[in-house]
């Protein structure tokens, strides 16, 4: 089951796949890992990582519903796996734990063949086997609902397990063929945690007594919100270069200032984390809460501070004298993070995730197809990836699919089945929907600016026509930067005629120039707007007017998550928010708590649009159909979404991943899962954006963890490299 970070096709013509040409479609990652990578010979024994995490887990077990990133970072320590991640996102064979694993039948069953590494073991001493691998199939094959499982994925084709020819064996049949079959097994749980109801739903969740990785759990402290891995002394591969791995609950707008202070070795950061750390790498003097970007202490601030401290009005001269030595301090605070920040570098690669803009198709104008394609041709992907990934050196590539990111086996850029920027035809989209500028607009009783169930604060686009008559035009355009400008002209010339402008009642300023009028009107939460009489063109680049249908005007409520962590997401939204107003579609954007974004807004589909990120899966057949099945009504009436929170599926492509999962023909598959894309890029129920930056600050003297990209992190490599050591000038996957 893919987790959130941090949430009918029609007629449409589908092209041919990219699958056909010659080239392989999947192309290569878009970026390297970037781990600091070194030779073990170069990495010295012992020592403890501080790595920051987002909370310490409720449970240890990966198979229950509120199992976290956390949980998969301490299981990819501590048990086996069959399969691990390679640079590519495509799935290798262990061999800590597997000498060989294949398909040695296909009929009348599909049986799978596991020879497991002869020195395999748990930290008990008993050797890794047959037994194992039963406990998990029965606890996970959904037919013992005693069990508490999040999914059952795979293993409820299993038939039977049994053991083969000897000890190290595993012969795995299946009822039903399965072509994801590598996904199962990893990560594997000891008969002791999966051969009973009350072990797997209870005594896995704070302690995991048998382990089988370079590391164990040696402690869960939920008081101080570490998780503590030790060593595993029975680990029978390359011993572990660290001796402990602390994983550390810090939010993540405060790591930077853990990291100064010596509490972290490793975290992943925010891009404003990133430019502190660029800048104290630099030597230079960085800006300070006080000074620099975004502050409005200028040079006049500063003289009036220095007037009011030293003049006659006592009381307000102590007040001063507070506030600047406040200020001092601060500054000097922040001074040492930064001369502290200086012993850390920024470790940059993709995540193996995306972000998209969710469109709800289950009600209002998203529930016709036509609008959902005219939001999706209206947004210009490319520069909405530019926006993010640019600024920080990462290649900025709108992402192709919704089933895999580039270099999986699986992917293809199959956008070409719904269409680029294009604003032209989402105009014609919306108008063929029934939608047309004007019109009159009925009177409608005000949501106090939330969205149905929401509690937040909105904002609304407000590109409109206005009631004197006079059209609203975006930030963008070029009105509003003349309007400022004559604005700020005629500020300059007030005191010498106070006659020459006036304040109209609403808090407007009004003036005329050059035979213009201009109007600034400043709205709480909106952006300033520029004003003309009506029947004056609009500037070129200019929002189109809103949109009316049956007396109402196309407006979508826009839900976003408030928290410091969000801000790209908000940026960005904001950035669509303009997209979508040049083709006449307002938005009210409103921002509601992270903890309540995606249980109370995206999950019970109390939104329009919403953006919100899936991780990449490398069995797209299995863990993507969820997320695009067309959704069913239960027995209670209700309607069974699984994870399609846009409520957006058809049959179709409920059949191509049927199919896909079904045949043991890789290519054959690849090709099915590729078509299921192309479809579900037609229905246009979620627009696939960019890739999630991976940004991760690293004590520079840290080897083999950082960004990892899609690999699988190596824990027994991870370590301090020995004094007088330097990091080799390239990783493995960039030689």
Partial sequence: MRSVAFLSAGALAVPLLAGCSSEDPAGKPLAASDIGFADRSLVADG???????????????????????????????????????????????????????????TEPRQVVLYKLNQQAVWSDGREIGAADFAAQWRALSGKDTAYWTARNAGYDRIEKIERGKNDLEVKVTFARPYADWKSLFSPLYPKDVMGTPDSFNDSARKKLKVTAGPFAVEKVDRKDDEVTLARNPRWWGHPAKLSEIVLRAVPRDKRAAALAAGELDLAEIDPESVKRITVAAKGTRSATPLMGPGSNLTAADSLRSWAVAKGTDEEAADEEISAREKQRKEISAYAREQQALRGFEVRRSLEPAYTQLALNGAEGPLADERVRRAVARAIDREALASAVLTPLGLPAEPVGSHLALSGQAAYADNSGALGGQDTAEAQALLADAGWVPGGPLKEEKKKGGKAAGAKGEKASSDEEESADGTYIVGEDDKAPREADRVLREADREKKQDPQKHKESGDGSKHLAQDGKQYTNKLKQGGAPGAYAPRGTAAPAGAAAGALAKDGKPLTLRFVLPSGPGSQTLRTVADRISGMLQKVGIRTEITKVADESYFKDHIASGQFDLALYSWPASAFPATDSRPIYAKPVPAADGSLNVEQNYTRVGTDQVDQLFDQAVSTLDEGESRGLIRKADSRIWAAAGSIPLYQRPQLTAARKDIANAGAFGF???????????RKGTSHPSASPSKK
């Fill in 47 to 105: 020592g403890t990582l501080r790595w920051a995490v987002d909370s310490v887990p409720d449970t240890l077990n990966t198979f229950q519903s509120d199992a976290d990133a956390t949980t998969t970072r301490v299981a990819q320590a501590v048990l086996p796996a069959m399969y691990r991640l390679d640079a590519n996102g495509r799935p290798q064979l262990d061999a800590d734990y597997l000498e060989k694993a294949e398909v040695v039948e």
């Fill in 711 to 721: 690999e699988t992190p190596v824990y027994e490599d991870m370590g301090f490299l």
